[in-house]
């Protein structure tokens, strides 16, 4: 039997979290300000994905803690950090590519589409978990938290648009919709979590 | 809807984990249906029912009943 966790499990979470940010900022700049070439730069940004792994960790601590940590969710986390290790490499590789061979036609095509393969592959992770998950009731709260991320997308896009419009916003790339939608999610559980 | 879970529960001195590995649910789910957060579905509510052989009836309540505890 596992150790049972103990309420300080919850907080490092959060904390890891923070510091994925951090490290992904530094990482930023530390490839925008130094000429690291290819090799380096694609360390860089593995390792600061990589911190995803001690989120996962916390997050499963946090999860056993509260009593829902199921199969399902483990093979999600995992499918997570796959996918964000597979995006990165996928956004590395199509950039790096873009820059230095100057592709054209189906080769630009696909390398376009490159860094989409992470990005679908979380997407699918998601899916999965809702028909994997065979908890009724975590079940319930995954699928809600999912219509409040699909609603907050929706008005935001519908406001952003049309404010984008008429000029009064920056144009936005139609990829920032996964990230929006993840954020959403992160807020409905956030909110689950105050309420509860 | 009331139910009387946690009265049964803590007749049988089971913890919501320990119901929870019994129902094959999570310990959250466990809390959720005590506190009546959440009605189970009728398939996890015949396995409840089966567990503590009872009739469903006699752990869910209707409102106007109450649960009485």
Request: hydrophobic share 50%; net charge positive; glycine share 8%.
């Amino acid at each position: 039997m596992p150790p049972i966790p103990t309420a300080r499990s919850r907080h490092p979470v959060l904390l890891w979290c923070l510091a994925f940010c951090g490290a992904m900022g530094v990482a930023g700049l530390i490839v925008h300000k130094f000429d690291l070439g290819w090799a380096g730069t694609l360390a860089i940004m593995l390792t600061a994905t990589s911190m995803t792994i001690p989120i996962v960790r916390a997050a499963e601590r946090s999860a056993r803690f509260e009593g829902n940590l199921s199969p399902a969710m483990r093979r999600y986390n995992r499918r997570m950090v796959a996918g964000s290790l597979l995006y990165t490499l996928g956004l590395f590789l199509a950039v790096y590519a873009y820059k230095n061979w100057e592709p054209t036609g189906a080769l630009l095509w696909g390398l376009a589409l490159l860094p989409a393969a992470g990005a679908l592959a979380m997407v699918a992770a998601m899916a999965r978990l809702l028909i994997e998950e065979q908890d009724e009731y975590l079940r319930l709260k995954l699928a809600q938290s999912a219509l409040f991320g699909t609603g907050a997308l929706l008005v935001l896009a519908t406001i952003w648009g049309f404010l984008e419009q008429f000029r009064l916003v920056p144009h936005v790339p139609a990829w920032a919709a996964i990230p929006v939608f993840v954020i959403a999610i992160g807020v409905s559980r956030c909110l689950s979590w105050a309420r509860a | 809807m009331k139910n009387r879970l946690k009265l049964l529960r803590a007749e049988r001195d089971w913890s919501q984990g320990e119901l929870a590995t019994r129902l094959g649910i999570s310990r959250q789910s466990v809390n959720a249906i005590e506190t009546g957060k959440y009605d189970p579905s009728l398939p996890l509510a015949f396995r409840i029912a089966d567990l503590f052989a009872l009739q469903i009836e006699d752990i869910f309540l209707r409102d106007e009943e109450g649960a009485g505890e």
